[in-house]
């Protein structure tokens, strides 16, 4: 185990907490439970037209921030059996940057403990020589962090990429069944007692597949988002930049100063 300095910055009370403010900002309207299924340039117009995926019409907008890696690939349609939302032959220069990213998929183990872990010195620390597991942090050494019961302590491990891909080589792309996820969490709970750091029994364990976790390439090049002028349309997301939240996030605010470019707004960046 080797210990870091490097400073982490989270969501505080959790990390939803930073798009639930981001939804609070003026002018913005959120809407959740809502699939956008088809997006249609209107030349006329000049604005796009969205549907959702249940045929309702979601309104026309001057510009979109499309956020979905799969908005218009093959994937989309094996999730939902609809074509996907982008029609690739409007934008034929884009089409095999979009048709396929590659993705690594993650498990995540969720556990607690009725009591913090008495020989664990550090609250998160990477594993370099596990085929299984490569990460584990202390979810209640978070700032702000409710513990229920008192005293208990949650930590989150992360699998490695090979032993998910395995994994879900086998299970195939359905859902996984609760059996199917109870064995992995077992799996991943063995290599972490294996640490030899005297690991008791959880309060808490399960297991959540993550099949699309991390974007295993960057499609943004120096733009860090895909932009396209004339159609006022950007692209945007990990997959751009870096497979991180901040990746995410600069991504963003590089489409935002595309448009707000194109408003004569000042970007801000
Ligand atoms: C288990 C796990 C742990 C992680 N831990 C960390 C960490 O500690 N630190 C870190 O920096 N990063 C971490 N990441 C990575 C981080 O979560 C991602 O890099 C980040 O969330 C990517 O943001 P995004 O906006 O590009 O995509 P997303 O977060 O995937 O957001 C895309 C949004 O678009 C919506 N959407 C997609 N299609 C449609 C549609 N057709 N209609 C309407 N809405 C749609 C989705 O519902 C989603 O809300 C972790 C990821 C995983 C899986």
Redesign the pocket.
């Known amino acids: 185990m080797e210990e870091g300095t490097t400073k982490k910055y989270v969501g505080v009370p959790g990390m939803n907490s930073i798009c639930k403010s981001l939804c609070l900002e003026d002018g913005v309207v959120a809407r959740f439970g809502?699939?956008?299924?088809k997006m249609d340039w209107l030349q006329n117009g000049s604005s796009w037209s969205l549907t959702s995926l249940d045929g309702k019409d979601l309104g026309n907008f001057d510009y979109v921030v499309a956020?979905?890696k799969n908005?218009a690939s093959h994937k989309f349609s094996g999730l939902t059996g609809r074509p996907p939302?982008l029609d690739l032959s409007v934008f034929p220069n884009l089409s095999t940057m979009f048709q396929d990213i590659p993705v690594r998929p993650?498990f995540?183990l969720m556990l607690a403990f009725s009591e913090p872990l008495a020989m664990v010195p550090v609250q998160g620390f990477s594993f370099y020589n596990s085929d299984s597991l490569s990460w584990a942090f202390c979810d209640s050494s978070k700032p702000g962090r409710v513990c229920l019961p008192p005293n208990s302590q949650s930590w989150v491990l992360?699998s490695t990429a090979e032993y998910a891909s395995k994994v879900i080589n086998n299970m195939g792309p359905r859902k996984p069944s609760a059996d199917a996820l109870a064995k992995v969490a077992e799996d991943l709970f063995k290599e972490f007692q294996a640490t030899g750091l005297n690991i008791p029994q959880p309060i808490f364990i399960k297991a959540h597949r993550?099949g699309s976790?991390?974007p295993a390439i960057s499609i943004g090049g120096d733009d860090k988002c895909v932009w396209d002028k004339s159609m006022k349309l950007a692209v945007c997301?990990?997959?751009c930049t870096s497979?991180?939240?901040?990746?995410?996030v600069v991504?963003?605010m590089t489409g935002a100063s595309k448009i707000l470019g194109c408003l004569n707004f000042p970007s801000g960046l």
């Open positions: 809502v699939t956008v299924g956020t979905d908005v939302p993650c995540a992360r993550w976790a991390f997301g990990d997959f497979p991180s939240v901040e990746g995410a991504s963003g």
